[in-house]
Each structure stands twice: as C-alpha cells, then as structure tokens.
C-alpha cells in the first residue's frame, strides 16, 4: 500500500483496520455483512494531513470490497452480491468527501493562524491582546522588546503595567467606558500618550485600539507604535521653526532697516539731483534769458535811440530855418521814441520786481469804469490816425480789486492793441462784474496771432512770427499773466490772423 507522507501511528492503525476488515470479510460466512466497518477507518481519516491519502482510503476500500464480493463463497448471483454492497461503496465516496472538505477548511484555517502568528510575531510594530478586564493574553515580540521584558512574562499582566502611575486610574475608566461602545479607533486621539518599561523609563507611543469578539469572551487587540522618534522629530522641527522665524525677525529687522537707510539716502539723492538739475535749469534758463534780454535790448533800445538822434538833428537845422512845423514833428518823433523807452524800461522794471517776489496784490473797493477810462486817457496819444476806442460795462460797477495791477493790466492789452492794429480800426472794451465774478476783455481788428505762435505767448521774451517789425520785448502778457494770477484770476484769447484778436482776465472776487 502506497501512503502519501501519513506516517504517524493512527495512520498505521487506520491501515490496519482496513486489512482486518478485509481480512474478517473474507473468513465471516454472507451473512455477516461487516463491510460497513470500513467506514469507521474513514472516519478515522480526518488524522491524515494530505487530502490524497482520504482518496486513496477510499479507493483501496473499495477495492476491498469488490475482492471480497468476488472471492468469498456465495449462494446468490455475483451480481446481486454487487448491488447488495453497492450502498456501502457510495457511503465510502460521502465518507471521502466530508473528510477531503474537512481537511481543506483544516487547511485554511492553519493557512491562516499561520499567517496570523507571522503578522504577530514578526510585526515591527507591538501587539497585545487583553481581555475586557484588561489582563494581557497575547503579546508578540516586539511589544515585549519595546517595553523591555522577556518572552512571556507580560502575560496575565493588567494592562496598566504598561501606563505611568499617574495615569493608571484615568485609564481604568477610559476602559471601562471603551466597552461600553467598542470600536477601533485611535487612543488619546489630541494627546501625549506614554508608555512605561520595566526598568521605570516613560517613553511616548501612539496606541490603536480594535475589539473583537469570541466564544471565549470579548477581546481588545491594541497595536502600539514608539513614538519617541516622531516626538523628536517633531521638537526639532519646532525648534528649527522657531530659529526660523527668529532669524526671518532679524533678517526682517534688518531688510528694514537697510531698506529705510536706502529710501533716505535715495530721497537725499534724488533731493540733491532734483536741486542740481533745478540750478542747472535756472542757470540756463537765466543765460537763456540774459541772451534774449541783451538781443532784445540792442535791438529795442537802438531803434528809438537812433530815432531821438536822428530827429534831435532835424530839429536844430529846421530851428535855424524857422521852420517850426517839422521842428515840431520831429519832437513828436522823440516824445514818441522816448515813450517807447519808458515802457520797456517799465516792463523790465516791472519783471524784475515779479521775479524777487517785491510785488504783493492789495485789494480795495475801486470803481470799474473809471478805471478803463483812465487808462484810456493815458494811451489816447498812441493811438494811430483813424483809430477808435469803444467801451461796454455789465452789471455792478464797484469791484475789490488791486487798482494799479489791474491799470497795469489794462495797459499792456490796450498799448498791444493799438500797435497791432492798422489805422481806422476800433479798440473794443468790455466789462462785466456781479458777487463772484469779475471779467474784462479787449478785442482789437489787427494783425492776429499765427495758430503755431499761440501756446507760446505768455513765454517771456517770446514774440510772434508776423510781429518782428513791431516794437515789442515779449514781455508784457507774461506780466499780464502774473498779475492776474496773483488776483486770483486768469487770462486768456481768441485770436485769427489778419481780423484781429480778443484778450480777456476773469478774477474772482
């Protein structure tokens, strides 16, 4: 008989009770039927570890039978002895079967504790199994090895062994509430949990809990892990968060304060720049203009000047002849050159003290009208053959204004009037005045301002294209400007080459 790796007593016992069957079912007269004791052998068989030797039992067995049938002696037909024992063959086949499954679910189940005793003694990570009163059943190694005993001696231990004395009472009724609602989930969830070895040392761990129940009773597996190195981790992250945090504050500090240092010394830098190029400005803008005052000047002044020459030696030959008619034009022609004079030295005059800042508006009640009249009195000896002046006043007549700079004013737009004006024109004067406001305006029918000259003609010096054989220094709307401006007013013009121009001030009162 062939055996697959059943070598173990019972096997042999097995082995032999099918021979003694056999055996007693060949001697025994038909009517002892005993082929059904084979199937206390297969029975038997749930002993054998391979489910190959189940199948060979019931393959000998029921070759036994069958030889029995043949051999022994018989009264009835073979074939009815063949059917006779064909109920105790198909027994044999069930018998086989149970057992084969048995073995198989035996198979699995050690399959398992194997792998289950793996897990557990092998586990880099500690396992205890306590019971609901908290004694520890199981422990693997390497909870053993964590909290420093050797094999076996945490057995039957209370679980508070493991837990700082000033623990021990709260963990007891954190137990007893655990069972109440049992649930896997993690100890102290939000806490410091620490573990206590033999020898005394606390050390932290982190603990999960997970109950389970059985036959014997309701069960706690827990799965305790060394937190010691996390904990340490954990410190020194802090630790280096907080050198962090202390140097990102000095280099913060710092940052500052060297960016405070670099505003400072840019905004003196800028300031110094900002002064420099405001005095290398005015330098040029005041060479700029000493070359446009001296070219002015040389020019303005020697044209009335050779006119005062030239006529001055008129008069004495026309005086020796007696002729008193040209005698007394050429001493127009000096009164009227002289005139000229004075109002550029009036001009400068009148520049310089704007630049120095000499001149300080002073308001007082003055009456409008009279104001334009006397300026018209003034100028009436410039006006040229055929010339006219027209005035038109609106509203209120007293108004609070400075009365020399406003007269001042009036003169330079009336006097520009005039010069540009041809002869047999009419000079237009028109006024307006309530509560707020205060408007003056001139228009004249002259020679216009060219569209390209106008956004330059309150520049000092500056002079329009189609007015170069005009006498003129540039100066006098640039003066008119600054007079209106510190009356808290300002001017303006509509102007049209060849019909003529309208300058206005409007003051606010």
Known sequence: MRTLRSNTRLARLIWLLVAG?????????????????????HFLAIFFREKSDVLLLAVVTTTLTIVATVLKPHEVPL?????????????????????????????????????????????????LLTSR?????????????????????????????????????????????FHQNPRPRSMGIGLDLYGLRKDGM??????????????????????????THRKNYEKSIIQQ?????????????????????????????????????????????LGELKSRFVSMAS???????????????LISQYAERQDYTNVKKHAERIKNAVNSLNTILTEFLSLGRLEEGHIQPKPEAIELPACVDNVHQELKSLFKNGQTFQYDHNGQ??????????????????????????????????????DKTVRISVR?????IPPADQKHLFDRFFRATNATNVQGTGLGLYIVQRYAEMMNGKVGFQSEVEKGSEFWAEFQV
Not at 24 to 40: E, H, K, S, T
Not at 444 to 448: Q, R, T
Request: net charge negative; aromatic share 10%; proline share 5%.
């Open 241 to 285: 968060k907080q050198e962090l945090s202390s140097l990102s504050e000095a280099l913060r500090v710092l940052n500052e304060s060297l960016e405070s240092k670099v505003a400072a010394r840019t905004t003196e830098l800028e300031h110094a720049k900002n002064d420099l190029s405001a005095a290398l400005d005015k330098e040029r803008e």
């Open 21 to 41: 069957v056999f055996a007693a079912d060949l001697l025994l007269p038909p009517q002892f039927d005993i082929v059904f004791a084979y199937l206390l052998a």
């Open 299 to 313: 020019h303005e002044f020697r044209t009335p000047l050779t006119s005062v020459l030239s006529s001055a030696g």
């Open 133 to 177: 009163q908290g004694r520890i059943i199981m422990a693997n190694p390497a909870v053993e090895s964590l909290f420093g005993y050797k094999n076996g001696e945490m057995l039957d231990q209370p679980i508070e062994t493991l837990i700082p004395r000033r623990f021990t009472k709260k963990h007891e009724e954190n137990r007893q509430h």
């Open 444 to 448: 004249d029918e002259g020679i216009g």
């Open 397 to 434: 007549t007293a108004v609070r204004l400075d009365g020399g700079l406003l007269k001042n004013i009036l003169i330079n737009l009336v006097s520009n009037a005039i010069k540009y004006s041809p002869e047999n024109t009419c000079i237009t004067v028109t006024s307006r005045a309530d």
């Open 202 to 227: 606390e050390f932290p761990v982190e603990v999960s809990l997970s109950p389970f129940k059985s036959a014997e009773g309701e069960f706690v597996v827990a799965f305790v892990v060394d937190n």
């Open 79 to 127: 074939e009815q002895m063949f059917l006779e024992r064909l109920p105790p063959i198909l027994s044999f086949w069930a018998a086989a079967f149970f057992v084969m499954r048995f073995i198989a679910l035996r198979e699995v189940e050690e399959q398992q504790e194997g792998r289950f005793a793996a897990l557990f003694q092998y586990a880099t990570f500690g396992i």
